[in-house]
């Protein structure tokens, strides 16, 4: 049973973004019938930051994508699915270079310009002819309405394209935000990545689209757990084109947290339409600890919950067993933890204080409350006042069979 | 298909411990047609040594042992299977030390001088009155002979019962280690807890028994994992009554050794014997890093490839598949890992070198080693000289399944 669908947003269609074309192919590098190959293309004096992955086996576009953003904010960004270009060496990045070299050369601008993004499986090289062929038409077929088709082509095994809009308007215009995500951590056989993409036309600098993403992505992306395997291609970008006209610079406070409050909504629900779609899943949990002493205490506690193996199976039978809850908080990395002072909900049904099971507890109120397709493991840690949410979901026989199946 | 049991050290049963005398019997706390409660007397002069589970939200057992050891050396150890008396707050606390006074008291000892310890059902209260309806009965069958009775009565889900013994011919004469262990992690519903109980009869002080404890663990059961998800009951003790005549203070360097080697070879065999009985396992996997630059790093290094669920889900498959396996090592909180270094081999086949597939890599031969019911993992990080070894079993359906039936 696949959690409900999330509402998409103030749109019934991904929002054109001025200052960004979009495209997206066929070119035939693993699947059939189906576009892999999406190019998104960015307006001169865009501000642009990006978040990568911090596995150290990190992928070839990674690495690449990386030291070309240091040179100069790009003109494009070339994204293919069904090979993430991972464990394939030196050789893995002179294939990245070279799909940036052609794009940029048939573009007109310097091969630095050009950022590559790939998700899908690893230690394969990279099929650059297949790639290289279909970049005169892809450049041919750039738009400004390509969004869903382009959110398409870098599914890898997600089974729900996931995208985003929002309008906001302030600074006495109106700002348009659009995001497109692909993934859910590492959890498909070989199928590595997570990647997002949010374009803006709001105007700023690029040092505070660095801030805004960061701070997004903390709340959002970096906020998300399927199984803890970080993958070796995570991205995440976020690009201003300043065509709306609106500028960041001249926003009061009012208007800046108008702005932000919709850049970290859109982040966070395409966040968790990853988690929805994590393969095997049948529920979205939150787990959202508060009163910490700080928010990486808050962080660290909300992880080893997210992560411990018997919740996830407690949150898949749909079985109130906080015995699990609280014995995965009494391990988590936090320096005199006083589980006396410790208390747990259910959404809002309080299932443990005192150390031991809450006066009031109602089993059959928990159960059902755990059997929905989205509930929240509340944990009071009474130690301070930070706090944080963490999404996961839970684990299933289906994960299993899925990452068991023999590769062939 | 269970992994094959591991020869029992060089006894065909275990071998009685001059000083030490165990009864197992039935009390009926939640099984039927099985011992549960277990009693292990110790000589006066017994040196003792224990480690407890670090999990900060312990059970009332570990609470009441801890400050009765802390106190004084112990006479008695007594186990009870069924009720782990976790999560029962100040009650659990004072039901354990009634059944520790209540022994006392026909043994005729001061309370403390009895260590309580339970596994099994998290938050139920602890029935009292059925244990010590039983304690008459327990002491009346003490005897040297009763080790596997009492490896069987300290069972939950455990599928085999899990003891062994070693003899050390040293210092003019021989001295007999015998130890019983039950559990796997905390990886059966609610059940929870690791007990571990080392008798010799080497002689020692308090302070040679906690040092050869603390390294003995640390190469045993503080070196596997099976899910990750510490319990909240864990103990293991090592106790050496002294009465074999043998000294650890007259013996000479080689001799040490010796007793060293037997105690934590013991150690860790029973170890890997919970492992390989971890419920849904079917294969044990030792994760041996090298080359790392401190102890500390190689295990963090083996902790986050023992617990990568596609890494697990993959040794469920038989799938030599490196890139998860080298994924979870990108990920491992490692400063300035280079991943060109980083050299990987299933058993002694390379699978990965210089940041991608090893040449001569065969895969046909890779899954064969993978497909064995046990196999090494073995990852070089050119950083140094340090090493570890964690020992982990493969993630299946069948441990989903498990622990994701809903509790009645």
Redesign the interface.
Known sequence: MAPPAEPRGDAAAPLPVAGFRVAALACGIRYRGRDDLALIEVAEQTAAAAVFT?????AAPVVVAREHLGREAPRYLLINAGNAN???????IADAEACCAELARLAGVAPHRVLPFSTGV??ERLPCDKITAQLPGLLAALSQDNWLAAARAIMTTDTVEKWLSRRVACGGGEVALTGIAKGAG??C??M?TMLAFVATDLQMDAQTARELLRDACALSFNSITV??????NDACMLLASGRSGVRWHDLDDAARRACTAALNGLMRDLAKAIVRDAEGATRLIAVDVRGAASAGEARAVAYTVA????VK??C????P????I??????SP?DD???AR?VCYLDDHRI?A????AAGYDEHRAAKIMSAPEFTIRIELGRGAAAAVIWTSD???D???I?????T
């Open positions: 911090r596995n150290r086996f990190c991972a464990g394939t060496g030196e050789a893995g690893i230690g590492m959890i056989p070989d590595a199984d803890g395997d970080t993958s070796t992560h411990s193996p018997l199976t407690a898949c039978a749909g079985d067993n906080w015995g699990r609280i014995a995965a908080v009494g391990r936090v933890l006083d589980v410790v443990f005192d150390g031991a099971q684990l299933t026989e994960y299993v069979k990452n068991a199946d023999y590769r």
